[in-house]
């Protein structure tokens, strides 16, 4: 009986701990792409510049992703160097994983999306369904030969699809740094540091003074 009620005890918690990451499925149904256009309010190519996830109950579903991404080409909405969009964490849930230092082409949305549990505070949002995709590095506006590093060509009607694009301004307002959340690293490093080369010099310039005869 004892070995019985464990096993049912051990079941539960399993289930409790492994159901915020797994408590859907995504299902996508195909859309053309004039619609995945036409519902996005903003669609661009990029360059992934950075990714940081948000803070999240830790017995709830895992908190949504804002990733950055440095824009190339613009197809649709304000013509802005660079984006913040949000997803989903996990693909059960719809979210889509972008690759740092990849090109993509983005289809975000703006408003209620149903699927993030989190607020992430940005005003863009995207998916699995949405028709993000890889494509080839580069900076001109997509051709069909510009498709998944694979070698998947374009789809002519995607092409059709997106229309004309706009070049963005450049500007040095995207982060840059190497810290994964996105955010510079804090001034005592840079002080922490320099303090370590002071030093150094100071110990290697007493070092030579006692070697010299």
């Not at 915020?20 to 360059?47: I, K, M, N, Q």
């Not at 510049?49 to 190339?72: C, H, K, N, W």
């Not at 069909?144 to 694009?165: F, M």
């Amino acid at each position: 009986m004892r070995h019985r009620l464990l096993f049912v005890l051990l079941l539960v918690t399993a289930t409790l701990v492994t159901a915020p990451g797994t408590a859907c499925a995504c299902d996508c149904a195909t859309r053309e792409p004039a619609e995945l256009v036409r519902t996005s309010a903003a669609v661009f190519t990029g360059t992934l510049v950075s990714a940081r996830r948000l803070e999240g109950d830790p017995l709830g579903p895992r908190p949504p992703i804002i990733y950055t991404f440095r824009a190339d080409q613009v197809y649709k909405g304000q013509a802005s160097a660079g984006f913040e969009v949000a997803t989903n964490a996990d693909e059960a849930s719809c979210g889509y994983h972008f690759l740092t230092g990849s090109r993509y082409l983005v289809f975000a949305s703006t408003g209620e999306s149903g699927l993030l549990a989190v607020d992430p505070g940005v005003a863009l949002h995207t998916s699995l369904c949405a028709g993000n995709r890889m494509v080839r590095p580069g900076g001109d506006p997509l051709r069909p030969e510009d498709g998944t590093q694979s070698g998947e060509p374009l789809a002519t009607g995607l092409i059709t699809a997106l229309g004309a694009a706009t070049r963005p301004p450049v500007t040095a307002a995207i982060p840059r740094s190497g810290d994964s959340t996105g955010r510079p690293a804090p001034l005592w490093i840079y002080a922490a540091t320099a303090m370590a080369v002071l030093v150094l010099a100071f110990a290697g310039w007493r070092i030579s003074r006692r070697r010299r005869p």
